[in-house]
């Protein structure tokens, strides 16, 4: 199965990365464009073929390495 | 006082740290490369500043699980003193030795300038040689140094005095214009409870001999120094 993982900083900590973004798209002339947020993608393949086992590893991934869940929270697919 | 100094792929503040300690204070050293185990005897662990891992993933997020680690832990929980320098505070805060985490810097510029911080707390092993409220003068040198935890974790930092230097202007006032990275509370190192565990962003192994035209970082391992004798001398009293 393949993971597909998000990670992002939690809602409400000032993410200034997404903030540059933001004023660079303002100064492009996008003036809808508000809250952006940058995050990380990270797809793996994981060798098992049972989808709730491989849901529970790949928890276990985002909760010891993949995310640091003071400052980031995690949502992942599994295709 | 026999000290470690580890060595992640990526330190590079290890071998100014091994200077400090070996040739302006006279101590032992020994260098600790990442993948073998702590070695015994040691009085005193040094975490040094870097870019472990080439900070990928998030600063400090691979390295806290180098082999050496299990050994680290094991050793703060014995009660010995570890300081973690920059990258070594971060490697820290994400084996879990210290509460929070680190941000981007409010400007998302690395800054490698001088800094003033004030001591919030002498009565640790770290801060003994100076005085509270003391300002020192300290380069930093990080792009990640932007101290964040959650409001209840902040608060037990404060009531516990575990908050042991804060950012300030050259006067000593901590304002936030004198924060460079936007560090919650001007947070540039804290304690764990135990008071035995510190991190701290600034490089005080930079400021060390008068060469450099700035000793006020000997402050910092010279407290180290005095701590680790007086435990050997009350061991000694009690042995004889």
């Excluded at chain 1, 049972?50 to 003071?70: F, G, P, S, Y």
Aim: glycine content about 10%; aromatic content about 6%.
């Amino acid at each position: 199965m393949k993971a597909k993982v998000h990670v992002t900083l939690k809602q409400g900590i000032l993410d200034p990365q997404g903030k540059a973004i933001e004023h660079a798209l303002d100064s492009l002339g996008f003036k809808n464009a508000a809250n952006v947020r940058v995050g990380k993608y990270m797809e793996l393949d994981i060798d098992e073929k049972d989808r709730a086992k491989a849901e529970a590893e790949v928890k276990k991934m985002c909760e010891k390495l993949l995310a640091n869940t003071i400052i980031e929270e995690y949502r992942y697919e599994l295709t | 006082m026999k000290i470690g100094v580890l060595v992640f792929p990526g330190s590079n503040c290890d071998h100014d740290c091994r200077h400090v300690f070996q040739n302006v204070l006279g101590q032992p050293v020994e260098m600790v490369w990442h993948k073998d185990a702590l070695p015994a005897g040691l009085d005193a662990v040094v975490i040094p500043g870097g870019f472990s891992y080439g900070d990928y993933l998030r600063t400090g997020a691979i390295a806290r699980f180098s082999p050496v680690m299990g050994g680290v832990k094991e050793f703060a929980q014995r009660g010995g003193l570890v300081i973690g320098i920059c990258n070594g505070f971060q490697i820290l805060l994400e084996a879990g030795l210290l509460p929070g985490a680190m941000l981007r810097n409010r400007s998302l510029h690395f800054i490698c300038k001088d800094v003033y911080v004030r001591v919030e707390n002498a009565a640790t092993p770290f801060t003994s040689a100076c005085t509270p409220g003391q300002v020192l003068k300290i380069p930093i040198a990080h792009a990640e140094g932007n101290y964040y935890t959650d409001p209840v974790t902040l608060a037990g930092l404060q009531a516990n005095a575990q908050v042991v230097f804060r950012y300030c202007t050259p006067d000593g006032k901590a304002t936030a214009d004198a924060s460079p990275n936007g560090s919650l509370d001007n947070i540039a190192g804290i304690r764990n409870a135990e008071g035995n565990v510190l991190g701290m962003m600034p490089h005080p192994e930079r400021c060390a001999e008068e060469m450099l035209g700035n000793e006020d970082g000997r402050l910092i391992f010279a407290s180290m120094l005095e701590a680790v004798q007086q435990i050997k001398s009350k061991l000694s009293i009690v042995g004889s």
